[in-house]
Nanobody, 127 residues
Framework: QVQLVESGGGLVQAGGSLRLSCAAS??????YAWFRQAPGKEREFVSA???????????YYADSVKGRFTISRDNAKNTVYLQMNSLKPEDTAVYYC???????????????????WGQGTQVTVSS
């Protein structure tokens, strides 16, 4: 049974940092992604990381988080991380981890690309 379990969310002041973790069990995936959804808004792409070899991965970011967020993966632990720095109130949302067996492609920013999802973790940034 495949499971994605997120952790690391919480309340932080603007300018602060948080690190989200997503532990996968049941199988390994080529691509992991983070999405977020704020109240009343659609789920939006944040970042993705796609493994191209045993030692090489490529990462992708939404323009709104580029330079502030960093995605990484530990293949030995089957875990993906999202380091979030310089947080802003507009980063407040529920953050979801997602996984796909295929490499990142032109549709990698679409939620429908991903077969598996975590339960979400709340991130709240106060001003």
């Amino acid at each position: 049974q495949v499971q994605l379990v997120e952790s690391g969310g919480g309340l932080v002041q603007a300018g602060g940092s948080l690190r989200l973790s997503c532990a996968a069990s049941g199988r390994t995936f080529s691509t992991y992604a983070w999405f977020r959804q704020a109240p009343g808004k659609e789920r939006e792409f944040v970042s993705a990381i796609s493994r191209s070899s045993s030692i090489t991965s490529y990462s992708y970011y939404a323009d709104s988080v580029k330079g502030r967020f960093t995605i990484s993966r530990d293949n030995a632990k089957n875990t993906v991380y999202l380091q979030m720095n310089s947080l802003k109130p507009e980063d407040t949302a529920v953050y979801y981890c997602a996984a796909a067996p295929s490499p990142y492609s032109g549709v990698g920013r679409a939620p429908s690309t991903y077969d598996y999802w975590g339960q979400g973790t709340q991130v709240t940034v106060s001003s």
